[in-house]
């Protein structure tokens, strides 16, 4: 079914695609379907009841852009805080800047640990109490309980900006 070429990308995803993509199983998808009216309507392949269904990749882009950007601002700490946790990748590596078409998957808790070389959910919710400057997650439904998503990217820059800020600080300190 990966029959297509490196330069031309994907138009239509399927469910296991979007699905991938965002993050969440089957059952939650169906939820926000049924639940958020802003969420991008499919296309069926035909017209019985159990039709595959695709979605518009730039439509789902678009909505998850929008759920980022009702999010309330970050708060901007006065001083910056250093991070207490070791693992974050040395200064000299590069930084590629991603374009908004890369910009498409969110990622959860278990893979912003990673990120972050942290050991635990609880860490995370600590760090994200902590400080303020930790990007928010975006409600991808409105459900009480739902999982939190993350922007990878934002995740990748607080990390980026927190190593700079160890870097001044140890800096100074010689």
């Not at 001083?79 to 998957?105: D, G, H, K």
């Not at 278990?110 to 997650?137: C, H, W, Y």
Request: charged share 30%; glycine share 6%; net charge positive.
């Amino acid at each position: 079914m990966n029959n297509e070429s490196p330069t031309t990308e994907r138009i239509l995803l399927g469910s296991k695609e979007l699905l991938e993509m965002l993050g969440i199983g089957r059952t939650t998808l169906h939820r926000i379907r049924n639940k958020d009216l802003t969420f991008p309507k499919p296309i069926k392949e035909g017209d019985h009841r159990q039709a595959h269904i695709y979605f518009v990749k730039a439509e789902v882009v678009a909505w998850i852009k929008a759920k980022a950007d009702s999010r309330p601002p970050l708060q901007s700490a006065s001083a910056p805080s250093v991070p207490t946790f070791e693992s974050l990748r040395p200064a000299t590596e590069q930084r590629t800047i991603p374009t908004e078409q890369q910009r498409t998957a969110l990622v959860g808790n278990a893979e912003v640990i990673k990120m972050l070389g942290m050991q635990s959910v609880s860490g995370l919710n600590k760090l994200r109490v902590r400080d303020k400057t930790f990007p928010m997650p975006i409600k991808t439904s409105e459900a009480r309980g739902a999982r939190a998503r993350f922007d990878p990217i934002e995740v990748e820059q607080w990390i980026a900006d927190k190593k700079a800020a160890r870097h001044r600080v140890c800096g100074a300190e010689q």
